[in-house]
């Protein structure tokens, strides 16, 4: 919030939005559209009054964060998010059923990932299998995140050659590679989808984007049943990428098309206890 | 629906028919009927609508009917939006704070010729010349790549379509899908006289098509220092950004460039990274009809090591507040930009989506663009008509904006801003049917005129044509004959008096 506060005229378009925005707002009191509550003329005009009072207050705010008026104005904000219905399912499905996992798979199958179910205590001769299946098509090294469990690769051909990402590999580098092996944070099952928050075995975001073929290892227990279990688990200060299957486009006559700038194969190896 | 003239002014509001400078590339569009009048004798382009929109309305409400809670996450998301937009500085000023926090630069544009301004200064102190650009309505409105353009900056469109439409030197004519309009074979040709490193022998195949966008693209791609997005979703809480996509340009332009310059609707705020929940699961399937859509980006200002180290949030009013003023129009702010309007509306299937004159089509955009733009030009005056009322918009709408009433709404504004004009044969007509149903003799009178006249111009049951002025009526429909006694007259005649 500081950077209003040195010398010389404030940024005028913030100021006049804000105002806008305050005047169409106690507009909006008045005629009782706002879910404020203030339905008679008295109220709208303290509605009206202490957006005005706000304006006033969020200038004249230090730089320690919000002036009283301020918190104020957001507590009254807060407590009406609060009260808003949300009367739709947490989940869509019984996570006790036990049949997440297998969910998961078959919906990010229906969008062209190519799906395996593997054991957790054996990645290593899938991922072996699967990398050297890609090599004989693809020449290149493939390119492995820092703080990639090193189990899962410790039955490679020592024909395969790996890369590493540090130092951070130019764009025009990470486009030579034959593929990129991740981990992922999370995934859901309702949708079929799998989320990266680019932590220790998943690497920066270019390291999954610019490869054009993506092995991705999913423990079941990183799967939950719907979005908002999913999302209620993820740090929002983090970067993201949610992945539905292999890049595609419905942008011709809005029928869909597996492959255009993301990585064209998107292997997945669904990794249970059992 | 309401009645219209709900919505008078509020004390205190800001005009709402304030001329803005936005959308500066439709300005002169003649009216929506003339526009539509070309687009409805295309065959090839009503064949081109009518199969994808058939196509993509099966398949969403097949998408939509796998969720039991639809209606329930639809009323949330009506609810989110409307309390977000009752304190709207609030949030705005949360999200300020939270960009500004996490090393991002936030500018505020009252107008599109602020917003281009504020982009090209960004990218000419980012020593480029040229930017990457997902598809974003906001810069479309903004008339941004022709702004940059007379400044020496190219912009160039990275979505499959918006690349066709840009290489075909067209004009997007959908929210999801601008070049909806065109067909397979039809982009095979533009890409085969357009695109200088289109493969030898390419052919209609969507498949093929799409790979040639994907080499033609890669370059610019790795090579780009400035790319320039819009957002789905802002959250106030934390100051993230989303990016929902499906082909990985917008992964590509929001994570390879050193510089990211992202232009945001005021509206497009979400108060909490929780409601995600609610629009993640709402928007792929109104959209696409898919559960969820390939990819999905989110990014808190800088992540140091990881994708743009310079970030700019330029936040955009361009007319949004003089919709937020109007209090039956600022549930059209509610919109996230789906398009499931528009693939259901019997008007746009027919006309597709030039016709409207603004970025925004279909049903959304005849009451988005007035309500941004305000009612003057003639375009933005007969938007609110260019509806049958059938209501399918609002029925598939997922944030359950009531375009029906916000048309009806809108079309007495247009009314009022022409009342002081000079003559109008269709204000006379209803001024002197007013008269003539307030006084029964000269209802009588005017019934035993039209039964004879009936008689006179109608053939088997139908009026085909009238005289000039109601010529005008007649022109685009028949008129059913007038009986040739009133209800009335018979009554009298058979046992009114006898009795």
């Avoid at chain 1, 006049?16 to 009782?32: E, P, T, V, Y």
């Avoid at chain 2, 989110?80 to 939270?98: R, S, V």
């Avoid at chain 2, 409105?141 to 022709?146: A, D, I």
């Amino acid at each position: 919030m500081g950077q209003d506060q040195g010398d010389g005229p404030v940024s005028t378009s913030r100021d006049q939005i804000l105002a806008r925005i305050r005047a169409a707002n106690s507009g909006a009191a008045n005629s009782g559209a706002a879910n404020s509550g203030a339905a008679n003329s008295g109220a709208a005009n303290s509605a009206a009054n202490s957006a005005a009072n706000s304006a006033a207050n969020w200038a004249a705010g230090g730089a320690d964060g919000r002036s009283a008026g301020q918190a104020e104005y957001a507590a009254a904000a807060d407590a009406a998010y609060a009260a808003l219905p949300r009367e739709y399912l947490r989940a869509h499905h019984d996570p006790a059923s036990g049949g997440i996992a297998d969910l998961f798979a078959e919906r990010i199958a229906d969008y062209r990932a190519v799906v395996e179910r593997v054991p957790e205590s054996g990645l290593a001769a899938p991922v072996a299998r699967v990398l050297a299946e890609r090599a004989a098509v693809t020449p290149g090294p493939f390119v492995v995140p820092d703080g990639l469990p090193p189990g899962w690769l410790a039955a490679l051909s020592p024909a395969i050659e790996l890369a590493r990402d540090t130092p951070p590999l130019p764009a025009a580098e990470l486009d030579r590679m034959a593929g990129v092996i991740t981990g992922c944070a999370v995934a859901i099952a309702e949708t079929g989808t799998i989320i990266l928050d680019h932590g220790p075995g998943q690497g920066r975001r270019a390291l999954t984007l610019v490869p054009d073929f993506h092995l991705v290892i999913v423990r079941a227990s990183q799967v939950y049943a719907d979005l908002a279990d999913a999302f209620a688990r993820l740090d929002p200060s983090r970067p993201h990428t949610l992945i539905s299957g292999p890049s595609a486009t419905s942008d011709i006559e809005l029928i869909r098309v597996e492959g255009v700038h993301g990585p064209r194969t998107l292997h997945v190896l669904l990794a249970l206890r059992h | 629906m309401t009645a219209p003239g709900v919505g008078a002014p509020p004390p205190g509001a800001l005009p709402a028919s304030a001329p803005h400078p936005g959308m500066p590339t439709y300005l002169g569009m003649p009216s929506f009927p003339v526009a539509a009048k070309a687009a409805v004798a295309d065959s090839q382009l009503r064949a081109n609508l009518a199969h994808a929109t058939r196509t993509i309305r099966a398949k969403r409400a097949v998408a939509v009917a796998e969720l039991a809670d639809w209606e329930q996450l639809r009323q949330a998301a009506k609810a989110i939006k409307d309390h977000t937009l009752a304190h709207l500085d609030t949030y705005l000023l949360q999200l300020e704070a939270n960009v500004t926090r996490a090393g991002g630069q936030v500018h505020w544009a009252a107008d599109a010729d602020e917003a281009n301004a504020i982009v090209a200064s960004l990218v000419r102190s980012a020593g480029a010349d040229g930017v990457v650009k997902v598809k974003s309505m906001a810069t479309q409105e903004t008339g941004l790549n022709e702004a940059l353009a007379a400044d020496g900056i190219g912009a160039l469109e990275t979505d499959l379509a918006e690349l066709i439409v840009q290489l075909g030197h067209d004009r997007p004519s959908h929210i999801l899908v601008p070049a909806i309009h065109k067909n397979r074979a039809e982009i095979r040709e533009i890409f085969r006289t357009q695109m200088p490193d289109a493969p030898a022998g390419l052919t209609d195949d969507p498949a093929a098509l799409a790979a040639a966008a994907r080499t033609h693209l890669r370059q610019a791609f790795l090579s780009a220092s400035v790319g320039v997005s819009g957002a789905n979703f802002a959250i106030a809480e934390t100051g993230s950004l989303v990016v929902v996509e499906s082909e990985g340009n917008g992964r590509m332009c929001v994570t390879l460039p050193r510089t990211l310059i992202s232009v945001v609707g005021i509206e497009k705020i979400l108060p909490s990274w929780r409601d995600l929940e609610v629009f993640l699961a709402l928007l792929p399937r109104s959209s696409t009809a898919e559960r969820m859509n390939p990819y999905t980006s989110t990014w808190t200002g800088i992540t140091p090591g990881d994708g743009p180290q310079d970030f700019h949030l330029v936040l955009l009013d361009n007319g949004r507040t003089s919709a937020l003023a109007d209090q039956t129009g600022r549930q059209a702010l509610r919109c996230i930009r789906c398009s499931a309007c528009l693939n259901v509306c019997p008007v746009y299937e027919r006309t597709g989506g030039h016709a409207y004159g603004s970025p925004y089509p279909g049903p959304i955009g005849a009451i988005i663009s007035p309500l941004l733009r305000g009612v003057t030009s003639p375009i933005d005056a007969s938007l609110p008509y260019a509806s049958t009322l059938c209501g399918a918009c609002y029925e598939v709408c997922p944030v359950a904006i009531n375009i029906p009433e916000a048309l009806v709404h809108l079309r007495a504004k247009v009314v009022d801003a022409k009342r002081e004009k000079t003559f109008s044969p269709e204000r006379t007509i209803f001024q002197l049917s007013g008269r003539v149903l307030r006084s029964p003799r000269l209802l009588a009178a005017a019934q035993r005129a039209s039964s004879l006249s009936g008689k006179l111009v109608a053939r088997s049951g139908r009026i085909r044509r009238l005289p000039p002025p109601l010529n005008r009526w007649t022109e685009t429909r028949d008129a059913p004959a007038p009986p040739p006694e009133s209800f009335r007259a018979w009554w009298a005649r058979t046992r009114g008096t006898g009795r």
